[in-house]
């Protein structure tokens, strides 16, 4: 019973088919406490509708033979076998060369240092510490910056 | 007559060899589709493509595999393209806020047909889900014969068949209980 709580909780816990699919084989169709929560056959079959009360009639080879004559419409869609195992191997394709990218990606840029590295080394040779002049006289300087801001304001008055 | 013979027959084109086969599937085929669809007319238009379409592509078709399951996995495929065009339709009307469906080109009046499924408790289930239940409930089918028909792997298929048989068994619990406090 506290199996059969576990199961149920690992089940609705990871929604990958194949693990599910582990634990339907490993566990609930052998459990019989598991497959008394499962509609039966007889159960399941009740709520379909079954062949022989089923008509066809005339109409549906009527329907069939006026398809066959009418060449001139439209070709019926033909189902191809062999289209789910191209789309798949499609897919592993492009996820292959996705792969494929990110790992080329991954190995040019380890190595690679940002720029940002060299222009602080080159930073103390540009920088350039100069007076604020007012006819030729060092001024009277106040730097503003309002609160919550990015503008700064430089206030530069004549020294008296 | 063999099934084999039918089919030998139907290649070699002879018309009364397809009739026959047609009469032998279409009951089982109808009841598929009803089972799925829900609508006898729309059961019917997926019915005459389906045989529409074993009568071009018989070729193809594989003696060495169920023909059942050959004819089923077409049905499938031709229901699940119903079921996209209502889907296709209620969205159409959702969008134009209009209470009627229209009629689309390519499969006149059909949307306006009503649409009821052998049992309410089925419309909680995926179209997936349903079918899967449907063939192993009706026709007996293992897991590995409802992949073939849907095109999956019998694992998946078997996932779908416990989700359905456990949202049933739900249902019917509930419904029981209710009628048993009504």
């Not at chain 2, 997936?128 to 998946?156: D, H, K, P």
């Amino acid at each position: 019973m506290s199996r059969c709580k576990t199961v149920s909780f690992f089940y609705a816990l990871i929604p990958l088919r194949p693990w599910r699919d582990l634990l339907i084989r490993r566990h609930i169709e052998g459990c019989p406490h598991c497959q008394a929560g499962l509609a039966s056959r007889g159960e399941s079959r009740s709520l379909f509708v079954q062949e022989g009360t089923v008509s066809s009639g005339r109409t549906l080879w009527t329907g069939i033979e006026s398809g066959l004559a009418d060449e001139a419409g439209e070709p019926i869609k033909t189902i191809s076998r062999q289209a789910p195992s191209a789309l798949r191997r499609r897919r592993w394709a492009v996820a292959a060369a996705l792969l494929l990218v990110l790992a080329t990606g991954y190995w040019l840029l380890k190595d690679y240092q940002p720029e940002a590295v060299s222009v602080a080394s080159a930073a103390p040779a540009r920088f350039e510490l100069e007076y604020v002049r007012v006819d030729g006289q060092p001024a009277n300087a106040v730097i503003y910056q309002p609160q919550g801001s990015d503008m700064i304001i430089i206030w530069a008055g004549k020294n008296r | 007559m063999d099934e084999q013979e039918l089919i030998a027959g139907c290649l070699q084109g002879r018309a009364e060899y397809f009739r026959m086969i047609v009469e032998r599937y279409s009951a089982p085929a109808m009841a598929l589709a009803m089972n799925i669809l829900g609508n006898h007319n729309d059961a019917e238009d997926a019915c005459q493509e389906l045989f529409i379409q074993v009568f071009r592509n018989l070729k193809s078709y594989d003696m060495n595999k169920s023909f059942k399951n050959w004819l089923y996995t077409i049905l499938y495929r031709r229901c699940l393209d119903h079921l996209r065009r209502r889907r296709r339709s209620a969205e159409l009307v959702k969008k134009m806020g209009q209470e009627t469906v229209p009629a689309t080109p390519a499969n006149p009046g059909s949307s306006e047909r009503p649409r009821r499924l052998p049992s309410d408790l089925l419309e909680s289930l995926k179209a997936r889900e349903r079918i899967a239940l449907c063939l192993w409930a009706n026709e007996g089918f293992s897991a590995r014969e409802i992949s073939e028909v849907l095109r999956c792997s019998a694992g998946t298929a078997r996932v779908y068949l416990f989700q359905a048989r456990k949202k049933i068994k739900k249902l019917l619990e509930q419904g029981h209980v209710s009628l048993q406090n009504g």
